[in-house]
């Protein structure tokens, strides 16, 4: 394994199964340097069509190779989400102890998208053994932080290190020991966990500018621009941004935020989510090639009357309702 190039890694199930390959195709644009990504699937129709996609610069990986007794046995009683969040720290342990030949990795979540080449991210893993993201959230959405976690768990990234390995074995023990869908205190998820870290460890960076994991939840009242084909949020050149909350109802429909606060605004959507959308729509098309039926990836039920922000697409238009 190439040292020099970026190295990622995600998970995926059914219901994120496009959106990974939007992810891919974001990271295919923004890789002067060149990439791999490790793809850990949590089904055999993900597993199945993501080796006859066959990407190229990928590492498809069946959740049963991460899987030991511990993760078997809190399987029995975890959510598909939930069970996805307990794996995540034994995936990106599983890469770094059968790549030593890496420097770093960053797991990012599968509906995640790249706008420019993370560099300052990585370089940052050269001198630090884990990189956390900040939530970073806008105003009326503060009180999240006390629930669900100054940092969001959907990037991070880690060194390849024996200090790296120990934050690993420590999340992935807590993890494996509660990860549900409940705020309860100092517990959320795979995400409370992570405040831990900096005051349990040295070497750790946070990232905190707005631009490694921008979201809805964080770019109210923010300076959105276009320049020279570069998303700029506050001056400063987007990186990541987080399409939380995007569901793809069917292959013509969307739901592109599916809450009504904060407003999802004409210039977000041309800035921001029509590069997404054109990679969904990229990711759609692969699959129908392979002869594979779309209704596998997607939501059995929707209620597009719920729909906060509906877009409807026919051929090359959309509407947005």
């Not at 995600?10 to 990271?27: G, H, M």
């Not at 200090?163 to 205190?185: F, S």
């Not at 959105?224 to 069917?250: A, G, M, Q, T």
Request: glycine share 2%.
């Amino acid at each position: 394994m190439n040292e020099t190039i970026n190295n990622y890694c995600t998970i995926v199930s059914k219901e994120y199964f496009i959106k990974s390959l939007a992810l891919y195709d974001s990271i295919c644009k923004h890789s002067r340097n060149g990439f791999h990504l490790w793809i850990c699937a949590m089904d055999n129709a993900s597993y199945d069509v993501m080796r006859k996609i066959n990407l190229a610069n990928t590492t498809i990986i069946d959740i049963a190779s991460v899987e030991n007794n511990f993760l078997l046995n809190a399987k029995n009683n975890r959510s598909i989400t939930e069970y996805c969040w307990t794996v995540k720290a034994s995936f990106i342990k599983f890469i770094i102890k059968r790549n030593r030949g890496i420097d770093s990795i960053i797991y990012t979540d599968a509906d995640t998208y790249l706008f420019s080449e993370p560099s300052m991210l990585f370089q940052q893993l050269v001198k630090n053994d884990a990189l956390l993201t900040c939530h970073n959230f806008s105003d009326k959405f503060l009180h999240l932080n006390k629930q669900k976690g100054k940092y969001n768990a959907g990037i991070i990234g880690f060194k390849n290190s024996i200090r790296a390995l120990n934050i690993l074995n420590w999340w992935e023990a807590k993890c494996v020991e509660w990860c549900y869908d409940q705020v309860i205190p100092n517990r959320f998820a795979d995400q409370k966990y992570l405040e831990v870290i900096p005051r349990k460890h040295a070497r750790i960076f946070i990232a905190k500018p707005l631009v490694a994991n921008a979201a809805m939840w964080n770019i109210e009242n923010r300076k959105l621009e276009l320049k020279e084909e570069k998303v700029y949020l506050d001056e400063d050149i987007l990186i990541f941004f987080h399409f939380s909350s995007f569901f793809i109802i069917s292959e013509s429909e969307l739901d592109l935020w599916k809450w009504d606060y904060p407003k999802l605004n004409e210039e977000i959507r041309e800035i921001i989510y029509r590069p997404y959308i054109k990679s969904i729509l990229k990711g759609m098309s692969l699959i129908k090639r392979q002869g594979e039926e779309l209704s596998k990836f997607l939501p059995e039920s929707y209620n597009v009357n719920s729909a906060s922000n509906y877009m409807k697409i026919e051929g090359s238009k959309s509407t947005l309702i």
